[in-house]
């Protein structure tokens, strides 16, 4: 126990050692400065070169967007995801330990091209991350902590970082056995990580943009805008274009559909209009509604309403 509890203390002061160090001190290999320039990117092309040109500059929700954007990337792993993920790796491989497991690696990527380690670990985590979307859509219970993004109304670029914290505990944990299989550096992550993050920007922005015959291979704001119509297509319910940096996944396995360009579609889910519309409320929703649903389904709950409808039927 004292193991991990040390664990935990040195995660919050060497997080925020790492924080402060990517705020005040800027580097080619700080993400905050990567996020920011990023962000101030995209947001100059939906300034100059604006798809829907009605939309104002800050959009609906804008600084919501933009809180949930710091939050998710810097203030999530300092609150708790950053002690609690070091404590998981280390019980899990403690656990490991048990059976004489030491080491997870199991392909060694050290000798292959750069090029060739860069493409392997873009095609996995990108994968992987497809298949967890899928699910978010699919899983009521996953569906409940996704629908967080899709209570955005009008696209911009950092409506892509408005997501429940939820969905980055799920996405770890998927990745975190495959990847770790692989002998990955962490240059190689941030490098993806970086790639993956303009890409995503891009694919939230009032852009036209569709890569012309590459768009087979990148997602795009034209495929992405589809993903979060309102109203879908009656025999897709779960969802179409589930692909978060590539397009491929949704190509070959048939949840592709772009019926038009889409530019005026109306956004967001059915029952949307009940949702919160602040952070807290937002991230609390999903708790507060299982919490609820538990409550009014409880024995005595269920005998008072059978006892109140046969009442009625009286």
Do not use: C
Request: aromatic share 20%; proline share 4%.
């Amino acid at each position: 126990m004292e193991k991990y509890i040390k664990i935990i203390l040195d995660s919050y002061y060497g997080y925020w050692n790492y924080l402060v160090n990517e705020m005040f001190y800027p580097s080619w290999t700080n993400y905050f400065w990567w996020l920011l320039g990023l962000s101030v990117g995209v947001w100059l092309l939906e300034i100059f070169f604006p798809w829907r040109k009605k939309q104002a500059i800050f959009r609906k929700d804008f600084w919501l967007d933009g809180f949930y954007m710091f939050f998710n990337y810097f203030l999530f792993s300092l609150i708790a995801y950053n002690a609690i993920s070091n404590v998981a790796v280390e019980a899990f491989n403690d656990f490991l330990g048990i059976f004489g497991v030491e080491n997870l690696v199991a392909l060694q990527v050290e000798s292959w091209p750069r090029w060739g380690q860069f493409l392997l670990l873009f095609l996995v985590a990108d994968f992987i991350q497809w298949n967890v979307h899928r699910l978010l859509h699919r899983v009521p219970a996953l569906w409940e902590f996704h629908k967080v993004h899709h209570s955005v109304e009008e696209m911009g670029f950092a409506a892509h970082l408005r997501f429940h914290w939820m969905e980055t505990i799920i996405y770890k944990t998927a990745q975190y056995i495959p990847l770790a299989m692989i002998g990955f550096g962490l240059e190689d992550f941030f490098i993806v990580h970086i790639f993956a993050t303009a890409i995503g920007h891009l694919n939230h922005a009032n852009l036209r943009i569709t890569y012309g015959p590459l768009k087979y291979i990148l997602n795009n704001p034209i495929m992405h805008l589809w993903h979060h119509v309102k109203a879908l297509p009656k025999d897709r319910k779960y969802g179409v274009n589930y692909g978060i940096t590539l397009s491929l996944w949704d190509y070959l396995f048939g949840t592709d559909y772009i019926p038009h360009e889409g530019r005026d579609e109306a956004l967001g889910f059915d029952g949307m209009e009940a949702f919160p519309k602040t952070f807290w409320t937002q991230v609390s929703y999903p708790f507060v509604k299982q919490k609820n649903k538990d409550r009014f389904n409880t024995p005595q709950v269920v005998d008072d309403l059978r006892k109140a409808t046969i009442k009625v039927k009286k």
